[in-house]
Nanobody, 128 residues
């Protein structure tokens, strides 16, 4: 089982940037599909971004709402996944959670059910 701990959340003005980190322990995540999801108050959890295992060319996927503004990446030496968030909008306000799945998927990894391991989440608040 892999343990995940997110950090980097906070309060930022609209148009600003934040970088979230997801530090993994217990397993080496280079062979994992990693994802970021978010949940705003009163709303369902939604997919933000995912990155496939290194051996799968590390393909990346994004929700349409964040495409061009957010970038997911991984540092295998640090066993950490990042989410760089630029041009933040008030509607990006949510708790952001990191998720992990051993191995790859033969389809776009965007469903919560595809990821068995989750971190506790980090709050991102974007003020207008």
């Amino acid at each position: 089982q892999v343990q995940l701990v997110e950090s980097g959340g906070g309060l930022v003005q609209a148009g600003g940037s934040l970088r979230l980190s997801c530090a993994a322990s217990g397993r080496t995540i280079s062979s994992f599909t990693m994802g970021w999801f978010r949940q705003a108050p009163g709303k369902e959890r939604e997919f933000v971004a995912a990155i496939k295992p290194t051996w799968s060319a590390g393909s990346t996927y994004y929700a349409d709402s964040v495409k061009g503004r957010f970038t997911i990446s991984r540092d295998n030496a640090k066993n950490t996944v990042y989410l760089q968030m630029n041009s933040l909008k008030p509607e990006d306000t949510a708790v952001y959670s990191c998720a992990a799945r051993p191995g790859g998927l033969g389809y776009r990894p965007q469903a919560s059910a595809d990821f068995p391991s989750w971190g506790q989440g980090t709050q991102v608040t974007v003020s207008s």
